[in-house]
């Protein structure tokens, strides 16, 4: 597909990426995964089933949503920012801006290529973030299954959240706020090992 990286690059990131695990499981960096998603008033239902002589329903509404920027680790520490206005360039920037100031040791932060993630704003700063222990690793183009985040946000859309919640905007904020800021504390996703090399 257009786009994608050529098999050597996508096995060269990989096998980084693989030590930067290592690096990680040996707890001489810290080493998080970040990305952005957005909860909105329409319900994710993937199936269901009712009685043929019963009606269900349930309540949605379009425009209204939550959007959601996640740093998140193997071991569950997950570092939240939520908003209600779209996720931009300056958003992340002030993120990792943020970070920067209170690192205990070496930290990496694994992105996609996102524009949003690769902008001015962010490469201009990538020597100075450097310089204080913060540092970014792109992931291959198009390869959201080596990205943890995206199964935080599965948990929270089919499994976390349930169809009563999305009955008003307010709510639906509420317990998407209750749902992420639990991760690590009494809700946990089990990760399964890195695998550094295809099979």
């Known amino acids: 597909m257009k786009g994608r990286e050529t098999a050597v690059i996508y096995q060269h990131k990989r096998e980084i990426l693989g030590e930067l695990e290592n690096l990680s499981n040996k707890q001489l960096i ?14 994710c239902v993937p199936y ?3 009685f043929a002589d019963e009606e269900v329903s349930m309540p949605s509404e379009k425009g209204g949503g ?31 801006e943020d970070l920067s100031f209170n690192l205990p040791k070496l930290t990496v932060i694994v992105l996609d290529n996102a524009r949003i993630h690769t902008s001015r ?6 020597k100075v973030w450097q310089h204080r222990g913060l540092f970014i ?8 299954h080596l990205n943890i985040v995206e199964t935080l946000w599965r948990k929270l859309k089919y499994e976390w959240l349930s169809p009563s919640d999305y009955q008003s905007k307010e709510h639906l904020f509420y317990q998407v ?3 992420l800021t639990a991760v690590g504390q009494n809700l946990f996703i089990q990760f399964s090992k890195f695998r550094h090399t295809l099979t």
Do not use: H, M
């Open 177 to 179: 706020r209750l749902a």
């Open 121 to 126: 704003i962010i490469k201009e700063r990538i």
């Open 30 to 43: 810290d080493l998080y995964y970040g990305d952005e998603s957005r909860v909105s008033l329409e319900p």
């Open 66 to 96: 939550i959007n959601c920027f996640a740093l998140l680790k193997r071991n569950n520490k997950c570092l939240i920012q939520t908003s209600q206005e779209t996720i931009t360039s300056r958003f992340v920037f002030e993120q990792l």
């Open 137 to 144: 690793f792109y992931l291959p183009r198009y390869s959201p």
């Open 48 to 50: 269901g089933w009712q």
